[in-house]
Nanobody
Framework: QVQLVESGGGLVQAGGSLRLSCAASGLTFSRSTMGWFRQAPGKEREFVAVIDWSGGITRYVDSVRGRFTISRDNAKNTLYLQMNSLKSEDTAVYYC?????????????????WGQGTQVTVSS
């Protein structure tokens, strides 16, 4: 079965950096669109970033553009999210998600597979 396992979350001070990873198995990773989403306490899950199967096309939510970078290593079946200049409002559980369709989409319902999430806490 499909498994997405996030890692790399933790506690960091405002202005710091973290790198999240998502190890994928059970799907054709190299042909899947991959996304990062997050859910802050008391809020709905929201789109953060998406990358196409080749890694050549990316999209970001406005609030993280210029600070976060999504990337992938298809040889390792791994998705990454480099987060720099972190702010307290970035505090959330971060989820990776896979969409087997080769289309860049940002809606939660577009993604078939989800990881369990990793907590990111930014202290101010």
């Amino acid at each position: 079965q499909v498994q997405l396992v996030e890692s790399g979350g933790g506690l960091v001070q405002a202005g710091g950096s973290l790198r999240l990873s998502c190890a994928a198995s059970g799907l054709t990773f190299s042909r899947s669109t991959m996304g990062w989403f997050r859910q802050a306490p008391g809020k709905e899950r929201e789109f953060v970033a998406v990358i196409d199967w080749s890694g050549g096309i990316t999209r970001y939510v406005d609030s993280v553009r210029g600070r976060f970078t999504i990337s992938r290593d298809n040889a390792k079946n791994t998705l990454y999210l480099q987060m720099n200049s972190l702010k307290s409002e970035d505090t959330a559980v971060y989820y990776c998600a896979a969409d087997p369709a080769p289309i860049l989409r940002v809606g939660l319902s577009d993604y078939r597979y989800w990881g369990q999430g990793t907590q990111v806490t930014v202290s101010s």
